[in-house]
């Protein structure tokens, strides 16, 4: 490692959007002279996928050159230092992500290439967040929606019918904004309804290989791929329980809400990694025997572009970059 040296982005948070300008220093204290070829400053964005096979695709990858030894002198002289780098995001860049199958990485590398001895590395990750066009979204997901659910109550003797509906006005949220909605319960059984659980899940899906056809997360479209090249994972990031009452043949409405935190990832869609989210309800009833019943409202969670000053400069950052591709030298 790189011992007294730092990283500094110009935004303290280090978070950032597709088409932004990364800028930042890298400040470094030797105390002595240190026998070096070069110093370097990368930048770096990947997915990456690790299941039925390791398979990367890079979204980000360059370097600049901050300092070559010269006239075959291999010192790096001993002082403090400070190295400017600035970089722009690509338009294609997905927001990070770490999950059990797969992760999305983005990092400022630093290396000192020693010679006959190991390079001193250091590095810091950076945050890439999502811009939705709000504009190009599909116009359903702003308009009314409704999730429905039925079952018998009871396995050998059946008491009767339950359903549970949620209804919403809309499936859209920013980052921040409060989820509403309202669930009707309808008890068509003798027993009553005793409890109703709460449930925001994060879904993952992932691919083993890039695949052109993207899964909808917004949807319940099923994915493509045979099941060896493809997982799922569910995380439960917030949950609440309440006790209700819902007598024999009677219908409750209640009104629910939910407020995600802030630095929730965006829903998106990528050939390696998606992200989509899912509002569960899960009532309970007093009969002995299935006595459960959950219904899901299929949400999605977009993000707005803020403006964020920086410290030293102001970039125009309105122009995405294209895609990454490899330089001709790299390949």
């Not at 088409?19 to 990368?42: C, N, Q, W, Y």
């Not at 019943?293 to 400069?313: D, F, G, H, P, W």
Request: proline share 6%; charged share 25%; hydrophobic share 35%.
């Amino acid at each position: 490692m790189l011992d007294n040296t730092v990283i500094r982005f110009d935004r303290l948070d280090a978070r950032y959007l597709p088409g932004d300008m990364v800028t930042g220093d890298v400040i470094m204290h030797t105390v002595e002279p240190i026998s070096a070829r070069f110093l370097k400053i990368s930048w770096h964005g990947e997915a990456s996928v690790d299941f039925s096979k390791n398979t990367r695709k890079i979204y980000l990858s360059n370097y600049k050159m901050v300092w070559q030894s010269k006239n075959g002198v291999n010192q790096f002289p001993a002082g403090d230092h400070c190295f400017r780098f600035s970089f722009r995001i690509p338009a294609d860049c997905p927001p990070n992500h770490c999950g059990y199958y797969g992760k999305i990485d983005y990092w400022i590398a630093v290396e000192m290439d020693r010679p006959w001895r190991r390079n001193l590395e250091g590095f810091k990750t950076f945050y890439v967040s999502k811009q939705t066009d709000l504009t190009s979204i599909d116009k359903s997901f702003l308009c009314p929606a409704r999730f429905k659910n039925h079952r018998l109550s009871g396995t050998i003797f059946v008491d009767g019918g339950f359903t549970v509906q949620v209804i919403m006005s809309k499936r859209l949220f920013h980052l921040g904004e409060t989820i509403r909605a309202t669930v009707k319960i309808h008890n068509n059984t003798d027993k009553p309804i005793v409890s109703l659980k709460s449930d925001l899940v994060k879904q993952s899906h992932y691919h083993a290989m890039p695949n052109h056809q993207l899964c909808p997360m917004s949807t319940s479209q099923s994915c493509p791929l045979k099941a060896k090249h493809r997982r799922d994972e569910e995380e439960v990031l917030n949950s609440g329980e309440h006790a209700i009452h819902v007598a024999p043949f009677h219908t409750k409405h209640l009104d629910m809400k939910l407020t995600p935190h802030s630095a929730l990832t965006p829903s998106f869609e990528s050939d390696l990694v998606s992200i989509g989210y899912l509002w569960c309800f899960t009532v309970k009833s007093a009969s002995l025997t299935g006595k459960e019943l959950q219904c899901n409202a299929r949400i999605v969670v977009v993000s707005e572009k803020k403006k964020t000053t920086t410290k030293k400069y102001t970039w125009d950052a309105t122009i995405p970059p294209p895609p990454y591709s490899p330089r001709n030298d790299q390949i």
